[in-house]
């Protein structure tokens, strides 16, 4: 037989009210029940831990050094159904978010301090890798969601929602003769070399774009290769060619590079920057950092 919170409890409530018929009524218990379950933890402590007199129930010397750490035992007990209440509702705990460098254009700003304030006491625990990296990461358990741009890799385990659409957009060096333009169709752009993004870290932003050029009728020659856009830029910056990025690639102001509108109707909302994460048995916090923010429409798992 092993001493339960059940007994404690009734003990404790005892030794407060004095009285076995009031701790009854508390207790919404028949006192005949309560008489019997207090009978069985004496038994199974092997000594007598209350006395009836006629000022009523009082506490035997044994009786009061178990009520003192049945006291701390309800006590280390609720703290504990607390917490784990809290964390199963996204409340407490901590969230190990994974996300690529664009998102810290425009959606990170706008979405930490809003998870912030609505779950203050959930420590946030962040990382910057590519869209496989962190891909991997979440499946390894590394990471509890991720942040990434363009399509993520199919995966029946995995769920994700698209929380920010953008354009996809022509970066140009700042004296090349499409950079005075208010807008161009892709296939000014047939002849140029391009800036891409590594088929091997970033294959979904690689596909869209390699999409996006067949459909305007060429196949893009290639130049160099990147992860980031930020790197995407730079190296547009330092004439190695042009490049389409997305179009809150705006932001990363620089003089040497125009950026200029696509007249594609493919081009406009080609992107989605993501929240990806389990799509069993995942972080509640994940749920209410998507809450954070009016997401798009859903998006498979597969897209």
């Not at 044994?62 to 607390?82: C, E, N, P």
């Not at 869209?208 to 067949?214: A, D, K, N």
Request: charged letters at 20%.
């Amino acid at each position: 037989m092993v001493m339960d919170l059940r007994q404690l409890r009734q003990l404790v409530t005892i030794a407060e009210l004095g009285s076995y018929r009031r701790a009854a009524e508390v207790l919404h218990i028949a006192q005949p029940a309560l008489s019997v379950s207090i009978q069985k933890l004496e038994h199974l402590v092997g000594v007598q831990l209350l006395e009836r007199g006629t000022r009523g129930v009082t506490l035997t010397a044994a009786g009061q050094a178990l009520v003192a750490d049945a006291r701390r035992a309800l006590y280390h007990a609720d703290q504990a159904r607390q917490a784990a209440r809290r964390v199963g509702l996204g409340e407490w705990g901590t969230l190990r978010l994974g996300f690529v460098g664009s998102a810290t254009y425009t959606l990170l700003p706008r979405l930490l301090p809003a998870f912030r304030a609505t779950c203050p006491e959930v420590a946030l625990e962040l990382r910057e890798d590519s869209t496989v990296g962190l891909l991997a990461m979440l499946r390894s358990g590394e990471i509890d969601a991720a942040l990434v741009r363009g399509p993520a890799a199919e995966d029946p385990l995995l769920a994700s929602w698209a929380l920010e659409r953008d354009d996809l957009i022509l970066a140009v060096p700042r004296d090349h003769p499409l950079a005075r333009a208010e807008a161009v169709p892709l296939s000014a752009a047939r002849g140029e070399s391009f800036v891409v993004y590594s088929p091997k870290m970033v294959p979904g932003l690689h596909g869209v774009i390699q999409e996006l050029c067949r459909g305007a009728g060429f196949s893009p020659r290639i130049g160099q290769e990147a992860i980031q856009v930020q790197t995407v830029v730079s190296l547009v910056a330092s004439g190695m060619g042009v490049a389409l990025v997305p179009g809150v690639a705006r932001v990363y102001t620089t003089p040497h590079v125009a950026f200029v509108p696509l007249t594609d109707p493919r081009a406009q909302g080609a992107l989605a920057l993501s929240l990806v994460t389990h799509r069993e048995g995942a972080n509640a916090a994940v749920l209410r950092l998507r809450d954070c923010l009016a997401p798009c429409a859903p998006v498979a798992a597969a897209a």
